[in-house]
């Protein structure tokens, strides 16, 4: 499966931004996916995970209650609702697929397929 992200950009401190990762190649309901983030001189860290039928979302502490994850079947797309976002969000955010994992997961290492990153700046 191959993942296009989009939507990131420059945005004040409590405003809002809504990314998109399309995917394409492969059946995308097969997949479990997630979004990532990597700050600048950071370690990439996790986000939000959904299930395939989206019955399962599991968020980071950190975005808990401000960042929303949702997906489209009909659309092969993935989002990531963000609110009330703070300088420290300020990240590359890549979406990932894998459908090895049953339900849905945090780590990293189960996602085999990985979009390009769309860059979030957060001013404060």
């Known amino acids: 499966v191959q993942l296009q992200a989009s939507g990131g950009g420059l945005v004040q401190a409590g405003g809002s931004l809504r990314l998109s990762c399309a995917a394409s190649?492969?059946?995308?309901?097969?997949?479990?996916m997630g979004w990532f983030r990597q700050a600048p001189g950071k370690e990439r860290e996790f986000a939000a995970t959904?299930?395939?039928?989206?019955?399962?979302?599991h968020y980071a502490d950190s975005v808990k209650g401000r960042f929303t994850i949702s997906r489209d079947n009909a659309k092969n797309t993935v989002y990531l609702e963000m609110n009330s976002l703070k300088p420290e969000d300020t990240a590359v955010y890549y979406c990932?697929?894998?459908?090895?994992?049953?339900?849905?997961?945090?780590?990293?290492?189960?996602?085999?397929?990985w979009g390009q990153g769309t860059l979030v700046t957060v001013s404060s």
């Open positions: 959904i299930s395939r039928a989206s019955s399962r979302k």
């Open positions: 190649g492969s059946t995308f309901s097969d997949y479990i």
């Open positions: 990932a697929a894998s459908n090895r994992a049953p339900l849905y997961s945090v780590g990293g290492d189960v996602y085999d397929y």
